[in-house]
């Protein structure tokens, strides 16, 4: 293998070197194409129906888009209402909506505290499967492992290519349930086999929330205080969906479609949400503010601001990409909803914590930041922070490491992934089959006494 990867690294450059020409695709091509799957006024592309998750973010009026406040809903019950309810209350959530988006309806007393005791009874992993796919395999990378292991469930699974109703909703509250602690002890391998660190691993307990059990399996101390396992029940539920139309989501429904099991469906959504594009650009908008913190802090003037993402926005400073991570969404015009609960309810949070001018900062950038945005676009159409532009933020000050950001979203997400699952499964009925139109020119075969 060593003397295999030693030729791979010393030749590929060479039998690579025009590789791009050979790629390459005249943009004349892609008239009448939706790239990306994109109308060209920057909808999205109509496929299909869902009864799941509705994200609206503007209204049509002859053609044209007219900006609104960001809206989510879940079931069609308003995320914000979800949140605030709990919140007021006092209560975790994400166990009620992971409920409700299965389920269709929002449980009662009794139908809640029976799903908590379904999770609590498969959360523990199978026997051996910690120290054969998770301790022996180690991997760089948490959502890796994670896909792995979720990969891996197959094979632990007495029935796992049955389709019926009672199959599904099993296979995905074992899946909800199991994620946690799956990226709980991949991210403690992982710590102890590539960053040198000791390796501590621990049991979740079946009284507590799944947000509780996170953190307790997660910290090396298996300490939390309340506020903070409720503000992270909070993302739990602005993460756990976000209509089909999600590259993570699509992937799960088009590989269902397929006629595939559940194992590799949700496997696949996971590796979309690894992309920097999908669930990784928290990490990127962290990565973002640490370039910023070497020029500015909260003193700063919205000049030095600017002239700073100036930079950014050049290429010349950052990652050099030209982006504002955080910035924009493929919906939300006015504003993303889930930005605005974050802002609203982490605030005491960061005051605590002695991070509030720290936030403040981050919204400050968000208004230059999307001016700045208009104006090299020479438009005036509203744009907004995502929910990544703050989650990274949230997930630092509750200790949680950059490694961990992505794995987290996946674990929110499992919920609106297996409802896309189930109801690709049930009203589909058509493998998802786009078409791509082909440009190459055509050629006869050259024997190989005459290549060059």
Known sequence: MEAQEHILTKYMPVLCADAADRYAIDPAYF????????????????????????????????????????????????????????????????????????????????????????????????????EDMILKNPSPDVMNGLARGVLALYAYDPSPEDRSVEKLMCQCVSLIARLPVIVAHTYAVKRHVYDGKSLYIHHPKDELSLAENFLRLARTDKNYTDAEAKLLDLMLILHAEHGGGNNSAFVCRALSSSGTDTFSAIAGAISSLKGPLHGGANAKVMEMFEYIRQYV??????????????????????????????????????????????????????????????????ERVERIGVELLQEKKKEGFPMC????????????????????????????????????????????????????????????????YQRT
Not at 315 to 337: C, I, M, N, R
Not at 340 to 350: E, L, P, Q, T
Not at 388 to 406: E, N, Q, R
Request: glycine share 12%.
């Open 31 to 130: 008239t009448r194409v939706h790239r990306g799957l994109r109308n060209d006024d920057g909808t999205g592309v109509m496929i299909g129906a869902t009864r799941i998750g509705s994200v609206r973010g503007y209204t049509m009026d002859e053609g044209e888009r007219i900006p609104m406040d960001g809206q989510l809903y879940y079931r069609g019950i308003s995320v914000s209402d979800l949140v605030q309810s709990h919140w007021e209350n006092d209560t975790f959530g994400y166990e009620e909506v992971a409920y409700l988006l299965l389920l269709g309806q929002l449980p009662n007393q009794k139908q809640l505290d029976l799903f908590s005791a379904m999770l609590s009874d498969v959360r523990p992993l199978p026997p051996g499967f910690f």
């Open 297 to 362: 802090d909260e003193d700063s003037s919205d000049t030095k601001i600017r002239d700073c993402l100036l930079t950014l926005l050049s290429g010349e400073g950052g990652d050099h990409s030209g982006k504002l991570y955080g910035l924009g969404h493929a919906v939300y015009t006015k504003s993303d909803p889930r930005a605005v609960i974050i802002k609203k309810y982490a605030r005491n949070m960061a005051r605590e914590k002695g991070l509030l001018g720290d936030m403040e900062l981050r």
């Open 385 to 448: 922070a995502n929910v990544d532009f703050y989650s990274g933020f949230v997930y630092s000050m509750l200790g949680i490491p950059a490694d961990l950001y992505t794995p987290l979203f996946a674990i929110a997400r499992i919920a609106g992934w297996c409802a896309h699952r189930i109801e690709e499964v049930l009203t589909g009925g058509r493998i998802m089959r786009p078409a791509y139109r082909a440009v190459m020119d055509r050629s006869g075969y050259i024997p190989m």
